[in-house]
């Protein structure tokens, strides 16, 4: 788990402050991490700040190894981007000029650093510099960003962002454009940099393959029943209940069963024989929850929220058998005018455990039910982060006992007022079904005892890096083959198998 930090000049400066590093410094190691990218010629494009700065600095340390071009946009006004920029002019690296650089795209070098702005530029890029960098995206180099891509335009192969993890690299749209993201130290070990920011300050951790807790059967005396039961509701389009179920059966649930709603279509499919069927109540013909159930899922393939339904959860969900009850709640059902008043009152039980899996259009329409954030949008949502984790910790803050997975390019976990990020998620992911499963992982590890918070982290972690595994440009992958490739998976990744 890795420390992120949406104010990096603000952790600089403390550094710069407490430990007496001059800037020259920091410079230098960001350019000493860029270089060790870089084995062939080299067109570095510099701004007028700092990351021009980090640009110069680069080509000083790459000049009498690799050829090295530089383009200067605008005279540096940084005092140390300064210094460098006269160190390169006095050893004679070749600076072009914008007709020069046109001319080099055509025949373009090995590798382009984009070195323009950094994580302090604002406003809107000018037509110069949009032309620079459409250019220098066309052009088939190996393309570095430092810091951060410029304006989230530049298309980098590799970032390499200076110091820490940045909040800013976390959009949507940075995922798009950043390519590999790299941390370089800079001058002090990254543990004792971070460490100056007190942990109730940082906003949040990026998960990786580390944290994952998978559900491995140490006990060798255990049973079916020593793994829980999910049962999950199967609605209007019972198919996507069915791919959830099939999730939770494929992540270590040891009994799942499909719930027979009044308006399920279970039988036009066909249903594995280890997902077992809960039919209507004999007597009133309301769906009915199994005994021992000890985690339902309510929201795949359900587009209205059926009042006898509410009724059976809040019955289960009240019995004094059912210890820690959990409960996850997908697609459909945010929307629905009577969810706020379910959810609240399903958080008034102490032990309870729930888990919301909202994608981002979801979202939107959970906040204008839940009278929050009403105004906010898609495209705000994907593109700021930070709204993200607004909504997150007021909600945590509304219904303490509930976890919220915000689903998209990259997932943001609220849980307890923390916020979590997995960035592993693939295009390969991007396919009706993808977000049934990974509900139903998210109920199995809940089933088998999971507090909602290590529920979450580890399916969506478990979930993104199978769909990794599988190819991040796949086209082709499917639910079905999610499940297939979990041993490929496990194959390829022995270091958890233990874990």
């Known amino acids: 788990m890795q420390k992120v930090f949406d104010n990096p000049s603000t952790l600089e400066a403390l550094v710069k402050e407490k430990y007496g590093f001059p800037d020259f410094i920091m410079m230098e190691n960001a350019a000493l991490a860029m270089k060790n990218l870089i084995t062939g010629k080299c067109l570095i494009l510099c701004g007028k700040g700092n990351n021009g700065g980090d640009g110069y600095a680069l080509a000083r340390l790459l000049y009498g190894q690799v050829e090295v071009l530089l383009f200067c946009l605008e005279p540096p006004s940084a005092a140390e981007a300064k210094t460098q920029y006269e160190m390169c002019k006095k050893i004679g690296i070749k600076f072009v000029s914008q007709k020069q650089l046109f001319e080099f795209f055509k025949n373009p070098p090995e590798f382009i650093v984009d070195c323009l702005y950094g994580t302090g530029f604002k406003g809107q890029l000018s037509p110069q510099v949009l032309k620079i960098i459409e250019a220098a995206n066309k052009a088939k180099s190996t393309r570095i960003a430092c810091d951060i891509p410029t304006a989230l335009t530049f298309n980098a192969h590799y970032t390499v962002t200076m110091g820490e993890q940045k909040l800013a690299l976390f959009s949507d749209k940075a995922k798009e454009v950043c390519g590999k993201i790299l941390v370089a130290p800079l001058g002090i070990d990254r543990t004792i940099f971070e460490n100056i920011i007190a942990p109730s300050k940082i906003p949040a951790f990026l998960i990786t393959a580390d944290d994952l807790k998978l559900p491995m059967r140490t006990n060798k005396a255990a049973h079916k029943g020593s793994y829980g039961h999910t049962a999950v509701f199967a609605g209007e389009k019972s198919g996507a209940g069915i791919i959830c179920a099939t999730g939770a059966m494929n992540f270590g649930s040891g009994l799942t069963s499909l719930i027979r709603s009044k308006k399920s279509n279970l039988a036009q499919f066909k249903i594995s024989p280890q997902l077992m069927i809960s039919e209507p109540d004999a007597d009133n013909g309301n769906s009915k929850i199994p005994a021992k159930t000890s985690c339902v899922v309510y ?27 959990a409960l996850v709640f997908d697609a459909g059902v945010f929307g629905e005018s009577n969810f706020p008043a379910l959810l609240h009152e399903l958080n008034s039980r102490a032990d309870a455990r729930i888990v919301l899996t909202p994608h981002l259009l979801e979202l939107t329409r959970l906040c204008k039910n839940l009278k929050i954030f009403k105004e906010v949008t898609v495209t705000e949502l994907a593109d700021n982060p930070e709204t993200k984790i607004k909504i997150g910790k007021k909600l945590n803050k509304l219904f303490p006992n509930t976890t ?62 199978i769909g990794k595994n599988y190819g991040e440009d796949a086209y082709d992958l499917s639910p079905e083959k999610m499940y297939e490739d979990k041993k490929k998976f496990y194959e390829e990744h022995p270091e958890l198998k233990g874990r």
Do not use: R
Not at 299 to 321: A, H, L, R
């Open 299 to 325: 929201g795949p393939g359900i587009e209205n929220i059926d009042p006898q339904d509410v009724s059976c959860i809040k019955q289960w969900f009240s019995s004094t058998n059912i210890k820690n009850p």
């Open 404 to 465: 919220l997975v915000i689903k998209s390019a990259n997932t943001f976990i609220a849980s307890g007022g923390q916020i979590y990020i997995i960035t592993d998620g693939a295009p390969s992911l991007a396919k009706g079904g993808s977000g049934d499963v990974l509900a139903g992982m998210i109920a199995a590890l809940l089933s088998q005892g999971y507090s909602a918070k290590d529920a979450a982290i580890t399916a969506c972690e478990a979930h993104a890096l």
